[in-house]
């Protein structure tokens, strides 16, 4: 299985989506929202000269299907083949940006979206009640 596949196109680039490591995880901070967690390479189109090595960008967003937004977490130009150095923002609640219609990210959410309903179905998450606080956050079970 490919590792990376083709997403969508625009005049600039070419989206892939890494389907090996596109997941579902929970959000940080919450236990009752999912997020998609999912790294996305962008690469030109190559013109007849011949590239060495081909150069590209790799990006790395988190979704967010219960409000409609997306943060980005790294974006970085790599060539060749990526490093395990790349710097990445912390996950932060007030760095969410709501999807505008049309927009690259748009295209980038719509089509993950639907692309995690095959690879990752959504998982129904439990409503904490209150007795969860003690065994979440105090270790001690009721």
């Not at 969508?8 to 892939?16: K, S």
């Not at 189109?45 to 967010?64: G, K, N, V």
């Not at 309903?117 to 270790?139: A, C, H, Q």
Request: net charge negative.
């Amino acid at each position: 299985t490919e590792r990376f596949v083709q997403i969508f196109a625009d005049e600039t680039y070419t989206y892939y989506l890494d389907v090996k490591t596109a997941q579902r995880i929970a959000c940080p901070y919450r236990d009752d929202e999912q997020l998609i967690d999912v790294w996305v390479k962008l690469v030109e189109p190559q013109d007849t000269a011949y590239h060495y090595p081909q150069t590209y960008i790799l990006e790395h967003y988190y979704l967010r299907p219960a409000k409609k937004q997306i943060q980005l977490l790294c974006e970085a130009e790599i060539a060749g083949r990526p490093t395990n150095d790349l710097v990445q923002k912390p996950y932060l609640d007030a760095n969410w940006e709501n999807i505008v219609p049309g927009s690259v990210e748009d295209s980038l959410y719509q089509v993950v979206i639907e692309k995690m309903k095959v690879l990752s179905p959504e998982k129904k998450i439990k409503k904490s009640g209150g007795s969860n606080f003690f065994d979440n956050v105090l270790r001690i079970a009721m």
